[in-house]
């Protein structure tokens, strides 16, 4: 059974610039997450998503990210303008129901250098 | 919300050496996790370990819901159990519906 799916593994863009990532979970999960890795810490929850809703984005910075999934399934997040300190990795997670009464299960990561 | 502590922050072992890595938290819990992040960022699963004890060949993990504890063990340690390890909590419904990362544990294996 395939795993959590994340793209590009790297991305290096100048500041200013426009970026995506792309998650595609493992198949039957309904909960998706997107996590954010700064060097050094533990990961912190950027938005989670049961189906195709949007459940939890109180830590996403609405000002330049977005996020969506089409059809409770695959997910983009975007980050625009990107800034200098938004560096870091970006973990997409999924489980087959609430993470509070089911396992989740993390992607390779995105590992994002604006310059 | 939910605090996560880890402890020790880093660890440097030989090969062959035993360790004990530990994660507290503040309050109940529905959901404990333990996490290996090898060199290249990946988060591998260890452990869904809520309460009770758990083995899986040289790793084993005991969660104490009641005090809020969990232990990871690691016996006849290997170069690539190198990494950070992590502990993860997440309670079922409201705003704790997520998992809660601690700091992790740095650990080092030596040859």
């Known amino acids: 059974e395939a795993g959590v799916v994340q793209s590009p593994r790297y991305k290096i863009i100048e500041k200013k610039q426009p970026v995506a990532f792309w998650c595609n979970p493992i198949?039957?999960?309904?909960?998706l997450y997107w996590y954010l890795q700064n060097l050094g810490q533990g990961p912190e929850l950027l938005i989670r998503?049961?189906?195709?809703?949007?459940?939890?984005d109180s830590q996403l910075p609405k000002d330049r990210f977005s996020a969506e999934r089409l059809k409770g399934v695959d997910s983009t997040l975007k980050i625009q303008p990107a800034e200098l300190g938004d560096s870091a990795v970006y973990l997409c997670a999924s489980s087959p129901a609430a993470v509070g009464r089911t396992e989740a299960f993390f992607g390779q990561g995105t590992r994002l250098t604006v310059v | 919300g939910i605090q996560v502590e880890q402890s020790p922050p880093d660890l440097i072992l030989q090969e062959g050496a035993n360790s004990t890595l530990r994660c507290n938290f503040s309050d109940s819990v529905n959901n404990l996790q333990w996490f290996h992040q090898n060199p290249w960022g990946q988060l591998i699963n260890l452990f869904y370990?809520?309460?009770g004890t758990k083995q899986n060949g040289r790793l084993s993990a005991t969660t104490v819901a009641t005090e809020r504890y969990s232990l990871l063990y690691i016996s006849s340690s290997q170069t690539t159990d190198s990494g950070v390890y992590f502990c993860?909590?997440?309670?079922?419904?409201?705003?704790?519906?997520?998992?809660?990362f601690g700091t992790g544990t740095l650990l080092a294996v030596q040859p």
């Open positions: 198949s039957g999960h309904n909960t």
């Open positions: 993860a909590v997440a309670s079922y419904g409201g705003a704790t519906n997520k998992l809660i």
């Open positions: 998503y049961e189906n195709e809703e949007a459940v939890d």
């Open positions: 370990i809520p309460s």
